[in-house]
């Protein structure tokens, strides 16, 4: 099986532009959570999405947004880019709806330079 | 919200020998503790994982300790080797409103195995 996927591998832009990064969760997994790691830090809680609903979303400036399809799979937005942006973005999926004892399942990433 | 403080930052054991890496939570609701391992440039792969109805899971040469009264957990390796280097981070899942449910991750531990 097939598991969770991002586009693209890696992406560079400059300050002020925007950027769209995607995700496909595992077949079967309603669930999509995004998360920010910057060099040498433990990935930060951006957004999570179920049956397509925002169901959280972490400290970040409204220049995030996300949205997920009814395949399940999702987009994150960043505008007006600034240099802190410059991080892997982490895609998470899960089978049962969001609770405290699911497993998540990482994509390889997004690895997103602002220069 | 939750906030875990993990410890120590960097850690050097000699092959063979055994390595301790220690993790704190705030949050007294969470209940699911994984352990990651992130090799440079890749996703964090998960290597175990405790939910708070036990108090120690052991897989081979890795462990993993939880006390839910001191609000703490301990990822345990022994007989390390080489491969064994990479950057550990540990986990807790939390609810944060409204049907959500987010890991937050400690700062990481970069182990070194020195042969």
């Known amino acids: 099986d097939a598991g969770v996927t991002q586009s693209p591998t890696h992406l560079i832009k400059t300050r002020g532009q925007h950027v769209t990064l995607r995700c496909s969760p595992i077949?079967?997994?309603?669930?999509v959570s995004w998360y920010q790691q910057v060099l040498g830090q433990g990935p930060q809680f951006i957004f999570q999405?179920?049956?397509?609903?925002?169901?959280g979303r972490g400290n970040f400036p409204d220049r995030f947004s996300a949205r997920q399809f009814p395949n399940y799979s999702s987009e994150l937005n960043v505008n007006a880019l600034l240099l802190g942006d410059s991080a892997l973005y982490l895609c998470a999926s899960e089978l049962f709806p969001p609770n405290a004892y699911n497993e998540q399942f990482f994509g390889p990433g997004t690895r997103l330079t602002v220069l | 919200g939750e906030n875990v403080e993990q410890h120590p930052s960097t850690l050097s054991v000699q092959e063979g020998d055994s390595a301790v890496i220690k993790c704190t939570y705030s949050d007294s609701a969470s209940n699911y503790f994984p352990w990651y391992k992130q090799e440079l440039g890749k996703r964090p792969q998960l290597i175990i994982d405790?939910?708070?109805?036990?108090g120690e899971k052991k897989d081979q040469r890795i462990a993993v300790t939880l006390n839910k009264t001191a609000k703490h957990f301990s990822l345990h390796i022994t007989e390390t080797q080489p491969e064994d280097s990479a950057v550990y981070f540990c986990a807790a899942r939390s609810h944060s409103g409204a049907g959500s449910y987010q890991l937050t991750f400690g700062k990481g531990t970069k182990l070194s195995v020195i042969p």
């Open positions: 405790i939910r708070s109805n036990v």
């Open positions: 077949s079967g997994h309603k669930s």
């Open positions: 999405y179920y049956e397509k609903e925002e169901r």
